[in-house]
């Protein structure tokens, strides 16, 4: 008949004394304390393992930061999953390596691994925003908890306060980039389905807004206005540049002399500018009155990096809400932004009846067709350079009886403000 053990006391454990080697007592059904020769004390469970039969010790921790009767419940619990065929050490480590795993799977893991991804796809300045409205809102709410444990409800909880605050946009675009971080976990193989696909659909959607713009038989009114405006010879030139390019406004104030081919008479705009870097460079094809614009400023920024250069540090470029400022001043306060000119280019081009993938082209915007994208890319210079030619010429003759600076008769002659 096996010897039964004494059990241990918290007196008997504090008074075992280190000896010359290292020895144990047994508290019973498999705990014994160690007591080493340099004087620790820690637990140690032996315990047959399941199927195998061969014996293994499992470590419980140090005594005292480890008591007798929190060694006592851990051998309660080991003693639980062995009568279920479970090794408790290895259901340790797999527990442990569950939780370490969870870490690195969290939502505010898996974001900044996507961020790597998503900033090769969007400008420097969108992919901050992006993480900057994610730490914000997101974070300190899921931040830390594995995207496979996500649960619908417990995101539209408290997404619910900044829909009270009326911040519809808000709630869309953070939809859209939790529905983004959560495919990248499906893709990557983290998760199997995206649980937060359809949350969006709880919440009101936000009343479209489009950028303020004018109609195309009020641009007569605009060109007048910009003849007779008390601004800079640079914001003018900048706005008259914006207009014929139909680019947008950081695409413009941040132009560089080194991206204009005269022999091609083309402007290339680097794919690091654009909206969606990933389209690659923008190559815009230069007018006749694009190319006047050019000459008249020469003279102020020829010698400089950008051609439209900040007024006092003029080694930068100038602001990229200098058109809009301008604009404002000039009275088109609210009825008018510079995005807007994109707008009345669009427009005017499509009541034309002007290809719609071509002015699509023109206008930088993506086609959602890969294939007819490749297409647009190669082919469509020349034939967006007849649009922007027609679009150039629209416009000087808008102008007519004002003061254009791309009068393409070579009659304005720079004067100093």
């Given amino acids: 008949m096996p010897r039964v053990a004494t059990p241990l006391t918290d007196s ?32 140690i469970f032996r315990y047959q393992v399941p199927f195998s039969g061969t014996r ?23 003693h639980k999953l062995l009568s279920k065929d479970i090794d408790p050490k290895s259901h340790k480590a797999e527990v ?41 809102h997101v974070f300190p709410h899921i931040g830390k908890r594995p995207v496979k444990e996500l649960t ?15 911040s519809k946009e808000t709630i869309k675009r953070l939809c859209q980039r939790i529905n983004e971080v959560m495919d990248y976990a499906v893709n990557t193989g983290l998760i199997d389905i ?22 195309p038989e009020e641009l007569p009114q605009l060109m007048q206005s910009l003849s007779t405006a ?17 680019v947008r406004p950081s695409e413009a104030a941040t132009a560089k002399w080194s991206e204009i081919d005269l022999d091609n008479q083309t402007w290339t705009i680097p794919a690091d500018k654009m909206k969606k870097k990933n389209n ?85 915007h993506i086609d959602s067709n890969s294939v007819r994208r490749a297409y647009n890319r190669t082919d469509y210079l020349e034939r967006r350079r007849k649009v922007m030619n027609w679009w150039s010429a629209h416009v000087e003759q808008a102008a ?6 791309a009068n393409t008769n070579k009659t304005l002659r720079l004067i100093n403000n």
């Fill in 12 to 43: 008997k454990i504090q008074s075992a004394k280190p000896r010359e080697k290292d020895y144990k007592l047994s508290d019973g059904r498999g705990l014994h304390l160690r007591v080493r020769a340099g004087g620790t004390k820690d637990w």
């Fill in 56 to 78: 293994k010790d499992m470590s419980f921790g140090i005594y005292p930061t480890v008591g007798l009767a929190d060694a006592r419940e851990k051998r309660k619990n080991a």
């Fill in 96 to 136: 442990k390596r569950t939780a370490t795993q969870d870490k690195a799977n969290s939502f505010t893991c898996i974001t900044l691994d996507w961020l790597r991804v998503k900033s090769t796809k969007v400008t420097a300045k969108y992919a901050v925003q992006i993480e900057a409205s994610l730490r914000n």
């Fill in 152 to 166: 619908p409800s417990e995101v539209i909880e408290f997404l619910r306060p900044i829909e009270a605050k009326g």
């Fill in 194 to 215: 995206n649980p937060l696909s359809k949350i969006h659909k709880a919440f009101l959607s936000p009343n479209p807004k489009h950028l303020p713009t004018i109609k």
């Fill in 230 to 246: 008390s601004i800079k010879l640079v914001t003018r030139t900048l706005i008259e540049w914006q207009l014929h390019t139909m």
């Fill in 280 to 364: 690659g460079d923008h190559v815009v094809p230069l007018t006749p009155q694009t190319l006047a614009l050019l000459d008249f400023i020469k003279p102020i920024s020829g010698h400089r990096e950008f051609i439209f250069p900040a007024d006092r540090n003029p080694k930068t470029h100038t602001n990229t809400q200098t058109a809009n400022m301008a604009l404002k001043r000039m009275g088109y306060h609210k009825t008018l932004v510079a995005h807007g000119l994109r707008s009345l280019a669009s427009t005017t081009l499509n009541e034309r009846a002007f290809a719609p993938d071509v002015i699509e082209a023109c206008l930088a």
């Fill in 400 to 405: 007519t009886g004002n003061m254009s600076l």
